[in-house]
């Protein structure tokens, strides 16, 4: 918005400063109103931050029954299936900030909107300008930018990767964004389409309504198991900054490594309080298809003596 309104600013001040030339100096009546208004311009213009940078932005482009070559799209399926990718967005931006929860409203959904800012261009789609995040986020993959790189590596790892390379995402990002994501990709194929996804000049398209459609049954909730397990045994190490942790099964069956879910504030609790002591958790367990289980205590409820 800061670079729209500098873009504005600097175009009226350019109109405003040609008609001036055009009006004598001794005409002081005609040319108040003008110089007062330039005066305006000038100061709104100093006001604005000095540092701008060009917001990022990606294309979201259909194919398929609702979509009319490269000229037109039903708008009906425009709404939903713009409405369904931008819960998608939030989700993930929510779930790498590690606020997203198992249920109840995306947290800060309305802070982290997408404009529609144009069509894009070959097959129909739109150009969806993201949100600026600064300030909120630490590190570039969790960052609006860093969002959209996970949404388009998890259609891309659904249509073409193993189960352990959509596991790997389903543990950064949450189950519950995943299935937003597959949200989005139903809202799709239900319709007979499918989409590309355009970001940094990286591009990733479905080749058919079918790819999509598999891609959709591998993020849906039927193919990612999540239980509750419970062990008996000590934790031998934990990292606070990655949130992880080495958990050793009293029964000798091996080592459970796993991460502590958002709704742990304090990481170091485990090192000052259960480390090297039997311990009886529960786990929660995700397993995407044939991947290998991902393991992440929810609660320290869940911890007893």
Same mark, same amino acid.
């Given at each position: 918005?800061?670079?729209?309104? /500098?873009?504005?600013?600097?175009?009226?001040?350019?109109?405003? #400063?040609?008609?001036?030339?055009?009006?004598? &100096?001794?005409?002081?009546?005609?040319?108040?109103?003008?110089?007062?208004?330039l =005066?305006?311009?000038?100061?709104?213009?100093?006001?604005?931050?000095?540092?701008?940078q060009?917001?990022?932005?990606?294309?979201?482009?259909?194919?398929?029954?609702?979509?009319?070559g490269?000229? $037109?799209?039903?708008?009906?399926?425009?709404?939903?299936?713009? &409405?369904?990718?931008?819960?998608?967005?939030?989700?993930?931006? $929510?779930?790498?900030?590690?606020?997203?929860?198992?249920?109840?409203?995306?947290?800060?959904?309305?802070?982290?909107?997408?404009?529609?800012?144009?069509?894009?261009?070959?097959?129909?789609?739109?150009?969806?300008?993201?949100?600026?995040? #600064?300030?909120?986020?630490?590190?570039? *993959?969790?960052?609006?930018?860093?969002? @959209? +790189?996970?949404? =388009?590596?998890?259609?891309?790892?659904?249509?073409k990767?193993?189960?352990?390379?959509?596991?790997?995402?389903?543990?950064?990002?949450?189950?519950?964004?995943? *299935? =937003?994501?597959?949200?989005?990709?139903?809202?799709? &194929?239900?319709?007979?389409?499918?989409?590309?996804?355009?970001?940094?000049? &990286?591009?990733?398209?479905?080749?058919?309504?079918?790819?999509?459609?598999?891609?959709?049954?591998?993020?849906?909730k +039927?193919?990612?198991?999540?239980?509750?397990?419970?062990?008996?045994?000590?934790?031998?190490?934990?990292?606070?900054?990655?949130?992880?942790?080495?958990? $050793?099964?009293?029964?000798?069956s091996?080592?459970?490594?796993? /991460?502590?879910?958002?709704?742990?504030?304090?990481?170091?609790?485990?090192?000052?309080?259960?480390?090297?002591?039997?311990?009886?958790?529960?786990?929660?367990?995700? #397993? @995407?298809?044939?991947? *290998?289980?991902?393991?992440?205590?929810?609660?320290?409820?869940?911890?007893? $003596?």
């Open positions: 918005m800061t670079i729209r309104r /500098r873009d504005a600013l600097l175009s009226e001040i350019g109109e405003v #400063q040609a008609i001036l030339k055009k009006i004598p &100096s001794e005409n002081v009546i005609d040319r108040f109103g003008l110089e007062s208004r =005066k305006e311009l000038n100061e709104e213009l100093e006001q604005l931050p000095g540092r701008l060009e917001p990022e932005r990606l294309s979201l482009t259909f194919r398929g029954e609702p979509v009319r490269s000229t $037109a799209i039903s708008a009906d399926f425009a709404g939903s299936a713009s &409405s369904a990718f931008v819960d998608a967005f939030s989700a993930i931006i $929510a779930g790498l900030k590690g606020s997203l929860k198992y249920s109840g409203p995306i947290p800060d959904k309305a802070s982290t909107p997408l404009m529609i800012t144009g069509m894009a261009t070959g097959s129909f789609g739109f150009e969806m300008e993201l949100p600026n995040l #600064q300030g909120e986020f630490f590190e570039e *993959r969790a960052s609006a930018g860093g969002a @959209v +790189e996970i949404f =388009k590596e998890l259609l891309r790892v659904s249509a990767g193993t189960d352990d390379d959509i596991s790997d995402i389903v543990e950064e990002i949450h189950p519950r964004a995943v *299935r =937003k994501v597959a949200n989005f990709l139903s809202e799709i &194929s239900k319709k007979g389409a499918w989409c590309g996804l355009e970001f940094r000049d &990286s591009y990733f398209k479905y080749s058919s309504l079918e790819e999509l459609k598999s891609s959709e049954e591998r993020l849906r +039927e193919n990612i198991s999540e239980t509750e397990e419970a062990y008996f045994g000590e934790f031998q190490g934990f990292l606070p900054q990655g949130r992880n942790f080495e958990f $050793a099964v009293s029964d000798g091996g080592i459970i490594r796993g /991460r502590l879910g958002p709704d742990i504030e304090d990481p170091d609790v485990l090192n000052r309080e259960w480390l090297h002591k039997p311990t009886r958790v529960k786990f929660n367990v995700v #397993q @995407v298809g044939q991947g *290998r289980p991902r393991y992440t205590l929810i609660s320290l409820d869940d911890l007893g $003596a």
